[in-house]
């Protein structure tokens, strides 16, 4: 494998039905790798529906409905520096079918954000018809998982999650 393989990061720009411009997530190989691994497997089989997800190299943890993928081109770019953004804040951004402006929200609650996450990437069985999590105001956001395109948030906000539901299990021990 060439050098440009193992040192550069990955950018995947997404098309996805009803989104007007394109997506851009950037990953590491591995990631890049799992994801076209992920992507050329998908629907053989019974399996039409799923979400991929994954950390970022940007500090966002995101999930990609793969069902409505349209088109993906993999662009690379030297990377520029051995460590990825350890925090990134901002808001988590909602992607939903037939809607052209993205939907915003913000959560104190990121065990549940967490736990959405991991739904998501288990599958419809686990995730079922609908999910979601509480927004900054304990109120509840269910969204029907086949609608939902895309979804990115801090990782640092589901790492956390991760964080609390360990110790609220006695994983931590």
């Known amino acids: 494998m ?16 009803t989104v007007d411009e394109p997506i851009f997530v950037s990953l590491h190989k591995e990631e890049k790798d799992r994801f076209t691994s992920t992507l050329l497997q998908f629907g053989e089989g019974v399996e039409t529906e799923g979400f991929f997800v994954s950390d970022t190299v940007d500090g966002k ?23 990825d953004q350890a925090l990134s804040d901002g808001p988590i951004t909602i992607f939903l079918r037939n809607r ?37 105001e304990g109120e509840e956001l269910l969204f029907n998982t086949k609608e939902l395109l895309f979804m990115e948030a801090p990782t640092c906000v589901v790492d956390e999650g991760w964080e609390m539901i360990k110790a609220e299990s006695g994983m931590d021990d």
Do not use: C
């Open 61 to 83: 943890t995101i999930a990609i409905n793969l069902s409505n993928i349209q088109a993906v081109n993999v662009l690379w770019e030297p990377a520029t520096s051995d460590k």
């Open 100 to 136: 052209k402006d993205p939907m915003e929200s913000y959560t104190d609650s990121p065990d549940e954000l967490h736990e959405f996450f991991s739904s998501l990437d288990l599958g419809p069985d686990v995730s079922g018809f609908f999910a979601g999590f509480l927004n900054s």
């Open 2 to 17: 060439n050098d440009i393989q193992q040192t550069n990061t990955f950018i995947l720009r997404l098309y996805l039905a």
